[in-house]
């Protein structure tokens, strides 16, 4: 069976590595929400079957990303703020705990690497791709330090929709706050302070909140309407 760059047949089953390359799409805004989408047409584009595109889609709406309307194919959905303060619930209830453990005992070479991923993320110069891979692997970093590899993957679930949010605010807003942020959870990391550590995540995370009004002013069509 051909395959799509990018797809990789030892890596695994199709549905999941469809699945995340759709994803990453609609989280970056490279597929805009209420744009339609078909099996056939996602089939055609990553040179599978229509097997495992079916399987990302249902994926794909148990995260909130698409609506499957039966006979009528499948919507990218607009973000939704209930998703999203949802998500972030779960992500501060989370991530706060994971902070305060790698606190208390951190592991040889955790505060290098996350030291190293601060300093990269405070070197990107407009390319909100890039910034969000190393944001990403900030979080990641301490879900492994922590040995909570397994809450991580519950975190990944659920954050589809925060996700988007944190990808436009990188486009409309200054990132500089965000980095300063992670540098207060590693400060505390370092100060061995589980308390500040857990404090300083959950004012990390509590920022989408404040952000949101903004990016919804600046790019109303990617919002389900309120009410």
């Known amino acids: 069976m051909p395959l799509q760059p990018g797809l990789n047949l030892s890596e695994g089953a199709l549905g999941p590595q469809v699945y995340k390359h759709m994803r990453d799409r609609i989280i970056s805004g490279q597929i805009t929400p209420g744009t339609r ?4 047409e996602i089939a055609r584009h990553y040179e599978v079957s229509r097997q495992p595109v079916r399987e990302a889609f249902f994926r794909l709406a148990d995260a909130g ?10 919507l990218v959905r ?5 998703g999203v303060t949802d998500a972030r619930f779960v992500r501060e209830a989370i991530e706060a705990d994971i902070a305060r453990l790698v606190a208390e005992d ?35 970093t301490l879900a492994q330090a922590a040995d909570k590899t397994f809450a991580w993957r519950i975190v990944e679930e659920v954050k589809g929709q925060m996700d988007r949010v ?6 409309y807003l200054p990132t500089e706050r965000l980095v300063d942020q992670h540098r207060a959870v590693l ?18 995370l509590r920022g989408v909140l404040s952000d949101l009004p903004e990016i919804a002013r ?3 069509e990617f919002f389900e309407p309120e009410g």
Not at 37 to 40: L, N
């Open 37 to 40: 989408i078909s099996e056939t």
């Open 78 to 82: 607009r973000i939704s703020i209930r």
């Open 166 to 171: 944190r990808f436009l605010s990188t486009r």
């Open 65 to 74: 990303l698409v609506q499957v309307l039966p006979q009528r194919g499948t």
């Open 106 to 140: 951190p592991a040889p070479g955790t505060t290098e690497r996350l030291a190293d991923l601060i300093e990269q993320q405070a070197g990107v110069d407009g390319d909100a791709a890039a910034f969000i891979r190393l944001d990403e692997a900030f979080h990641h």
């Open 187 to 204: 400060a505390a990391i370092e100060a061995r302070d589980p308390d500040a550590a857990s404090s300083a995540m959950r004012q990390h």
């Open 218 to 220: 600046q790019v109303p």
